[in-house]
T-cell receptor, first 106, second 116 residues
Framework: SNGLTQPPSVSVSPGQTASITCSADKLSDKYASWYQQRPGQSPVLVIYQDTKRPSGIPDRFSGSNSGNIATLTISETQAMDEADYYC?????????FGGGTKLTVL | QIQVVQSGAEVKPPGASVKLSCKASGYTFSTYAISWVRQAPGQGLEWMGWVSASNGKTVYGQNLQGRVTMTTDTSTNTAYMELRSLRSDDTALYYCARGAQTLDFWGQGSLVIVPS
C-alpha cells in the first residue's frame, strides 16, 4: 500500500513536546510535508521537504523523515497548536495525504 | 502579498457539472503549478491533482480520472477545476493551493453541495 498512516489522535500537555508520525513503505525515498488545519480554517504548511520551515512558522515546529516514518515534532506546545495535522508525500508527479491526526493540548 | 481567492459555494443536482475558479496574486503565476484538494464534511484531505500554469500539463488522482479537468488562464492568473457527473459523495470543500510537491499558499475553499 502507498497510503500514509497517521495516528488518529495525539494528546500533549502545554509546554511539553508532541510528536506526530506518518508511516509508509520507504517513505524516506519521498519528500514529506506537514499541514496544520485549525477548525474552520484552510490548511497551513508548517514543514516541507522533510525538515524545512516556511517563513513565519515558529521554530518550535520541526520535521524528520527516516526509513518508513516521517515525524512532526512540536516543542513547548501551546494551546494555539491544537489542530488537525496532515502529512503529505510527493512521488515524482503525484501527491498523497495521510488521514490526519487531531492534536489535543490538555 | 501572495493571495489565493476562490469562487463561491455551489449547489448542483446529481449528474451535473461544476466549475470552480481560483485567482492568484502577488507572484508570477506561470512559475508555479496549482493543486486542488478536497475535504468531505468531517473528513481528511484528498489530493485531486495539479495543473502547471506554465504549460498546462495536468496530473489527476486515479479516483477522479475521466471526471475532472484542471486548466489555467495566464491572462487572468486564474486556475479552474471542472468536475463532471457529480454524485452526493462529491459534496465537499474544494481547496486550491499554489504548488504541486509543496502546497504553500491555500485558498479559502469553495463548498460544493450535491444533494442525494
Amino acid at each position: 500500500s502507498n497510503g500514509l498512516t497517521q495516528p488518529p489522535s495525539v494528546s500533549v500537555s502545554p509546554g511539553q513536546t508532541a510528536s506526530i508520525t506518518c508511516s509508509a513503505d520507504k517513505l524516506s525515498d519521498k519528500y514529506a510535508s506537514w499541514y496544520q488545519q485549525r477548525p474552520g480554517q484552510s490548511p497551513v504548511l508548517v514543514i516541507y521537504q522533510d525538515t524545512k520551515r516556511p517563513s513565519g512558522i515558529p521554530d518550535r515546529f520541526s520535521g524528520s523523515n527516516s526509513g518508513n516514518i516521517a515525524t512532526l515534532t512540536i516543542s513547548e506546545t501551546q494551546a494555539m497548536d491544537e489542530a488537525d495535522y496532515y502529512c503529505q508525500a510527493w512521488d515524482s508527479t503525484t501527491a498523497i495525504f495521510g488521514g490526519g491526526t487531531k492534536l489535543t493540548v490538555l | 502579498q501572495i493571495q489565493v481567492v476562490q469562487s463561491g459555494a455551489e449547489v448542483k443536482p446529481p449528474g451535473a457539472s461544476v466549475k470552480l475558479s481560483c485567482k492568484a496574486s502577488g507572484y508570477t503565476f506561470s512559475t508555479y503549478a496549482i493543486s486542488w484538494v478536497r475535504q468531505a464534511p468531517g473528513q481528511g484531505l484528498e489530493w485531486m491533482g495539479w495543473v502547471s500554469a506554465s504549460n498546462g500539463k495536468t496530473v489527476y488522482g486515479q479516483n477522479l480520472q475521466g471526471r475532472v479537468t484542471m486548466t489555467t488562464d495566464t491572462s487572468t492568473n486564474t486556475a479552474y477545476m471542472e468536475l463532471r457527473s457529480l454524485r452526493s459523495d462529491d459534496t465537499a470543500l474544494y481547496y486550491c493551493a499554489r504548488g504541486a510537491q509543496t502546497l504553500d499558499f491555500w485558498g479559502q475553499g469553495s463548498l460544493v453541495i450535491v444533494p442525494s
